[in-house]
């Protein structure tokens, strides 16, 4: 295996217990309340560009306040200020939480669950709620559990694609054509190096970061 596999092999197997526990806490997520799995798209809908961290502050603070569930945009706008494009994640968090409301409660786990297949749950999720794409989709279904073979295609994994050369180069803009070409290329690394996909992700972003987070 070449060196800098054989590195990322061992870092892996250093973390490696500590990866799957954490991706054993995202499986439980969907047992949780509907609100608990909203928090975590609106949690998705705040990272483009944006400090995951910081993100996560932000969305617990909202929870902590009430206002993630009953606030409307400007109530919410102060709490969004430490990140980018904070007017309009508002308003997004807002409209995914209507989208998600029937007769005043939220029904988000329902619908996720009348998916059987989670490849069209994603594009549905891409397709239909204001500031998911194709990453942040990814994204939100990992963190409940149901994302192991998807790729969530931030800054942290594509310098780390590419630095072991299974892109050649990171994309200025990524279309949906784009983004499931690379996918696939991660895909067919991660069975190459016997790594899961979420669990190579969760790695990687380590690897940049310092922690594992979410």
């Not at 961290?53 to 306040?65: A, H, K, R």
């Not at 780390?160 to 050369?165: S, V």
Request: charged fraction near 35%.
């Amino acid at each position: 295996m070449e060196k800098g596999l054989d590195q990322l092999i061992k870092v892996y197997k250093a973390k490696k217990d500590e990866i799957q526990r954490r991706l054993l806490e995202f499986r439980r997520i969907l047992s949780e309340s509907d609100e608990r799995v909203f928090a975590e798209l609106a949690f998705c809908i705040c990272t483009p560009q944006s400090k995951a961290t910081t993100c996560w502050e932000i969305v617990s603070s909202l929870m902590g306040n009430g206002l993630l569930f009953k606030g409307d945009e400007e109530q919410m706008r102060p709490f969004l200020n430490a990140i980018r494009f904070g007017d309009n994640k508002a308003k997004y968090i807002v409209y995914a939480r209507r989208f998600f409301t029937e007769n005043s409660n939220l029904k988000i786990k329902e619908k996720i669950q009348s998916f059987d297949d989670l490849f069209k749950l994603r594009e549905w999720l891409a397709n239909n709620i204001l500031g998911i794409g194709m990453k942040e989709a990814s994204h939100f279904l990992r963190n409940i559990g149901l994302g192991k073979d998807f790729a969530i295609l931030d800054r942290h994994i594509l310098k780390n694609l590419k630095e072991y050369g299974i892109i050649n180069e990171i994309p200025k803009s990524i279309s949906k054509k784009v983004y499931l070409d690379i996918e696939d290329k991660m895909r067919e690394f991660s069975k190459r190096i016997n790594i899961p996909m979420d669990e190579l992700d969760l790695l990687f972003w380590s690897k940049e970061t310092g922690i594992i987070f979410k």
